[in-house]
Each structure stands twice: as C-alpha cells, then as structure tokens.
Nanobody
C-alpha cells in the first residue's frame, strides 16, 4: 500500500502563490507517476498536472502558472502555484500509480491522499 500526505494548502488572495507538497511512503517501488487533481464545490474531480519520468502534463487553465516537480530521493512531489485565481479554489488531491501519459484520469489512479484545501479570494 502507498500512503500519500499532502501539505501546503492555505487561503491566499488572488495573485498570490502557494507550494503544495505530497509525501509518498509505503510500497512505492514501481510507482513512477504522480499527479495533482482538484475538485471544487459541485464540480467533478479534474486532473491538474502530472509527472512521470520527467514528462509533465498541465491542464490548460494552469499552464504557465503551475509547475509540478518531483524529488525522488525524498519520495515527494511538489506543485508551485503562482498567480492564483479565485477559480483555482478547490480541494487538491495527490494521486500516484505505476505510469501515466497525458491528461490524468481519476479512474486510472489507485493511490490517493486525503486532500488539502486551497482557497483564493478576490
């Protein structure tokens, strides 16, 4: 089993920045793909960004503002979020699985964190 723990969520004003972290532990051997999803109130869970062997994916709405990265030695993934907008307000979830390509789909991930709240006020 893989355990994922998110941190770094907060409430910020529009234009601000946050850095989310996701620490993985447990049976992480073979886990190459890590991703961030988010789910706002009344919306479906959407893939925000993913990273697998250095390949990255970003959903269009965060391209140029968010940067995903990974420290394999620490089994930790990060997402730097700059120029935050009110529409970025959501619960953010870390997910992991063997491999991934392109837009991450929730059904493709077996391992999930509990989620962390990001609130952006205008």
């Amino acid at each position: 089993q893989v355990q994922l723990v998110e941190s770094g969520g907060d409430s910020v004003q529009a234009g601000g920045s946050l850095r989310l972290s996701c620490a993985a532990s447990g049976s992480t051997y073979g886990i190459h793909c890590m991703a961030w999803f988010r789910q706002g109130s009344g919306t479906r869970r959407e893939g925000v960004a993913s990273i697998d062997a250095g390949r990255t994916y970003y959903t269009e709405s965060v391209e140029g503002r968010f940067t995903i990265s990974q420290d394999k030695a620490r089994n930790t993934m990060y997402m730097q979020m700059n120029n935050l907008k009110p529409e970025d307000t959501a619960m953010y979830y870390c997910a992991a699985d063997l491999r991934c390509w392109g837009e991450p789909e929730p059904s493709a991930f077996r391992h999930w964190g509990q989620g962390i709240q990001v609130t952006v006020s205008s």
